[in-house]
T-cell receptor, first 114, second 120 residues
Framework: DAGITQSPRYKITETGRQVTLMCHQT?????MFWYRQDLGHGLRLIYY???????DKGEVPDGYVVSRSKTENFPLTLESATRSQTSVYFC?????????????FGPGTRLTVL | AQKITQTQPGMFVQEKEAVTLDCTYD???????LFWYKQPSSGEMIFLIY??????QNATEGRYSLNFQKARKSANLVISASQLGDSAMYFC?????????????????FGSGTQLTVLP
């Protein structure tokens, strides 16, 4: 399907386990982003990527790792999950043309860490 | 650093009436963009409208309009003729202009959101 997809949509894991959230986009957008959404905080940027093999930290990167070997994929890994990482995670992508970066969001992954 | 403030955690509006959702921002960037996103109960983030800081006219998109007051640093969303389907969380966001920035400047900074409920 065209667009941006995330998998899994729901995940329950235990403290200390490694978890990888997948993000795939079919638009060939250069920029991709990972946000987490927590009540009262809106969305906060975890990591972003300007292109394949180029990634950088956002506002809340601790405990997360990203990679981007292909333009269309941007996985987010929680190396050792903690309860504070229970959240809804959104992946987004955007064009590079134009002065403003309208971002297109995936459907989100609801992660619960027990 | 950029900051978005949405002071209305929840709003109610009668169906077919207009409603204004408040958004104020703070930035030192000379050029920036302002965005509104809608998040229905199903959870997806839907882009509604954006306004460039140097745009001469307020942005409009169907029933959505953005009341941009640069001097007051406000970018309120106006929804005309509310519909039951407008019930959702609404987020205001901003980013620096890509004309002058790169890298992390492409990130969006979000407010905490306003939950809008449209009453029949």
């Amino acid at each position: 399907d065209a667009g941006i997809t995330q998998s899994p949509r729901y995940k329950i894991t235990e403290t200390g386990r490694q978890v990888t959230l997948m993000c795939h986009q079919t638009w060939s957008h250069s920029y991709m982003f990972w946000y987490r959404q927590d009540l009262g905080h809106g969305l906060r940027l975890i990591y972003y990527s300007a292109a394949a093999d180029i990634t950088d930290k956002g506002e809340v990167p601790d405990g997360y790792v990203v990679s981007r070997s292909k333009t269309e994929n941007f996985p987010l890994t929680l190396e050792s999950a903690t309860r504070s990482q229970t959240s809804v995670y959104f992946c987004a992508s955007s064009f590079t043309s134009g002065p403003y970066n309208e971002q297109f969001f995936g459907p989100g992954t609801r992660l619960t860490v027990l | 650093a950029q900051k978005i403030t949405q002071t209305q955690p929840g709003m109610f509006v009668q169906e077919k009436e207009a409603v204004t959702l408040d958004c104020t921002y703070d930035t030192s960037d000379p050029s920036y963009g302002l965005f509104w996103y809608k998040q229905p109960s199903s959870g997806e983030m839907i882009f509604l409208i954006y306004q460039g800081s140097y745009d001469q006219q307020n942005a409009t998109e169907g029933r959505y309009s953005l009341n941009f007051q640069k001097a007051r640093k406000s970018a309120n969303l106006v929804i005309s003729a509310s519909q039951l389907g407008d019930s959702a969380m609404y987020f205001c966001a901003m980013s620096p202009s890509l004309l002058i920035s790169s890298g992390s400047a492409r990130q969006l900074t979000f407010g905490s959101g306003t939950q809008l409920t449209v009453l029949p």
